[in-house]
Antibody, heavy 117, light 111 residues
Framework: QVQLVESGGGLVRPGESLRLSCTAS????????MSWIRQAPGKGLEWISY????????YYAESVRGRFTISRDNAKNSLYLEMTSLRAEDTATYFC??????????WGQGGLVTVSS | QSVLTQSPSVSAAPGQKVTISCSGR????????ISWYQQLPGSAPKLLIY???KRPSGIPDRFSGSKSGTSATLGISGLQTGDEAVYYC????????????FGGGTKVTVL
């Protein structure tokens, strides 16, 4: 079955950087469209970025544009999120998800990022 | 404040039916298909409905979806205690800047 596993989360100080990874199995990753979605503690879902299967098309939410970079390595079945200039409001659980039929059909378990001094 | 508007909570007794509404605008719900997600406490969200009214394999037909204009509705019939969760709607917004939008979530409580 499809499995998405996030890694790389942790505690960082404001202004620092962090790189999240999402490793996929059980699917044809190179044909999959991917997104990152986050959820602040006790809050709702916030979509933050999308990347097409070939990396040709990328979208970002306004809240992270210019600070976060999404990328993928199809040879490694991996999706990445490079996060820079982190702020307290970036504290959240970050989910990677596959996008099919204009919906997020598979989700990882999430990785927690805490930004605090 | 979420782009898609959902009522914060709804409750009903086991066996009853609840409906959850999701309101948007032309650039999101009006022009694109909507999907619905169930998030049980402490878990990742799970896809319930895609393309407005289609259920993925394994989702019982107690869950239904519909869309009209710039609004959508999720129905849950034969409510069970295991349905107690937060439900989110979502859709692409293909206005000036393409991005995905979620509703704020509706907490379903089984009385």
């Amino acid at each position: 079955q499809v499995q998405l596993v996030e890694s790389g989360g942790g505690l960082v100080r404001p202004g620092e950087s962090l790189r999240l990874s999402c490793t996929a199995s059980g699917l044809s990753f190179s044909d999959s469209y991917m997104s990152w979605i986050r959820q602040a503690p006790g809050k709702g879902l916030e979509w933050i970025s999308y990347i097409s299967s070939s990396s040709r098309t990328i979208y970002y939410a306004e809240s992270v544009r210019g600070r976060f970079t999404i990328s993928r390595d199809n040879a490694k079945n991996s999706l990445y999120l490079e996060m820079t200039s982190l702020r307290a409001e970036d504290t959240a659980t970050y989910f990677c998800a596959t996008l099919a039929n204009d919906s997020f059909d598979h989700w990882g378990q999430g990785g927690l990022v805490t930004v605090s001094s | 404040q979420s782009v898609l508007t959902q009522s914060p909570s709804v409750s009903a007794a086991p066996g009853q039916k609840v409906t959850i509404s999701c309101s948007g605008r032309g650039s999101n719900i009006g022009d694109n298909s909507i999907s619905w997600y169930q998030q049980l406490p402490g878990s990742a969200p799970k896809l319930l409905i895609y393309d407005n009214n289609k259920r993925p394999s394994g989702i019982p037909d107690r869950f239904s979806g519909s869309k009209s204009g710039t609004s959508a509705t999720l129905g849950i019939s034969g409510l069970q205690t295991g349905d107690e969760a937060v439900y989110y709607c979502g859709a692409w917004d293909t206005g000036l800047n393409v991005h995905w939008v979620f509703g704020g979530g509706t907490k379903v409580t089984v009385l």
